[in-house]
């Protein structure tokens, strides 16, 4: 004969949820929710060893010297001014950049200016040869760099927003995968970053 | 017209919690998920500079860091206060970035998406990160982030 079936005793779960309050408790204590954040750069790919190392002739109206020195003293040079100008703001370098990269004016010793077929833009006359060489200088504070790679990346930024409304009615984050590489080849980042060099003072 | 009088020795309803361990439950497994423990124990100090044109960093899974500056205050005494970098747990030279490099790179699924993420306090002397640069860039390790926080 078969026994009686037998209820099962439930087994107490109150103190689960206490538990799992305790788990919970832990990982709220332990998690680090702050997001990382930075300046995303890309560095340019090594160069072949089996290379003679080719010389890129860059037209001297098509580069923008931005030098800091171990002081962290910002200097911007380019074929209309001498070296001697003197040391600029930080905050100047912004507008200082956007116009060069924009050569509105067409003007000679800016960045050469040629016609351009971009895909959703069409014929254009775009600036896209100009070089901006970021050098420093050994000592330089790495604050004083960073400052700067903010700034040139911010005038690019200006720059294709300023694009980006004028074709598209929509800021550049906004846009989509293909008007937004339409807009990446009106104005390519040219940041070069040489290797550092010594002058202006010691270290 | 009994219909304001209260019952006498009506029990409350017990409300039914057997599914609340589950709720927790779920709450529980959403923090384990989104926890990252802090792999490495500093032993450099730094404040990072401040910027306007920052980015997320996306996969977190992808990204390895290298942080650049004077040794912690408690270690002070035996290393220096010269900057220092440190990979993992320990100090290091910059031409061991190559081999941490590779080592990050071994179980990530797709190697080209590696970022290298530099922690660098803001007085550090760029010879210290254009040595790291320059082995980086011989290590194919080229996306690159200078972290930050955001000035308002």
Redesign the interface.
Same mark, same amino acid.
Do not use: I
């Given at each position: 004969m078969a026994k009686k079936k037998k209820k099962m005793p439930g087994l107490n779960?109150?103190s689960?949820?206490d538990i799992? #309050?305790m788990?919970?408790i832990f #990982?709220?204590v332990?998690?680090?929710?702050d997001?990382?954040?930075?300046?995303?750069?890309?560095?340019?790919? +090594?160069p072949d060893p089996d290379q003679e190392d080719a010389q890129v002739d860059i037209k001297s109206r098509n580069i923008l010297y931005v030098r800091?020195n171990a002081a962290g003293q910002l200097n911007v040079k380019d074929e209309v001014t001498s070296a001697s100008e003197g040391y600029i703001e930080f905050g100047a370098l912004r507008q200082r950049a956007k116009e060069f990269i924009k050569n509105e004016q067409n003007f000679s010793k800016w960045p050469e200016k040629h016609v351009k077929v971009i895909n959703l833009l069409g014929r254009c006359y775009v600036t896209d040869k100009h070089v901006i060489s970021v050098q420093?200088?050994?000592?330089?504070?790495?604050?004083a760099? #960073?400052?700067v790679?903010?700034e040139l990346?911010?005038a690019y930024?200006e720059l294709r927003n300023e694009i980006s409304k004028e074709k598209f009615g929509r800021e550049y984050q906004y846009l989509s995968d293909e008007q937004k590489a339409a807009i990446r080849e009106y104005y390519p980042q040219n940041i070069s970053?040489a290797? +550092?060099k010594k002058y202006g003072g010691t270290? | 017209m009994a219909g304001f009088k209260r019952k006498e020795g009506r029990e409350m309803v017990e409300m039914n919690t057997s599914s609340l361990p589950d709720l927790i439950f779920t709450i529980l497994f959403f923090f384990m998920m989104v926890t990252t423990m802090r792999e490495v124990t500093l032993k450099v100090k730094f404040v990072v500079p401040q910027g306007t044109e920052l980015e997320k960093l996306e996969k977190k899974s992808a990204v390895s860091f290298i942080y650049v500056g004077p040794p912690t205050d408690q270690l002070r005494a035996q290393m220096g206060s010269g900057t220092r970098i440190q990979l993992n747990d320990r100090y290091a030279e910059p031409r061991e970035v190559m081999d941490f490099v590779a080592a990050e790179r071994q179980g990530m699924v797709n190697e080209a998406e590696q970022v290298i993420s530099i922690k660098a306090d803001q007085n550090t002397q760029m010879g210290y990160i254009t040595d790291i640069k320059e082995v980086l860039r011989k290590s194919w390790a080229l996306r690159l982030n200078y972290s930050a926080s955001r000035r308002n």
């Open positions: 779960t109150s689960t949820a799992s #309050f788990l919970l #990982f709220l332990t998690t680090s929710m997001t990382d954040m930075g300046l995303a750069r890309r560095l340019p790919q +090594p800091l420093t200088d050994r000592g330089t504070p790495y604050n760099y #960073f400052q790679q903010n990346v911010a930024t970053e290797e +550092p270290q | -």
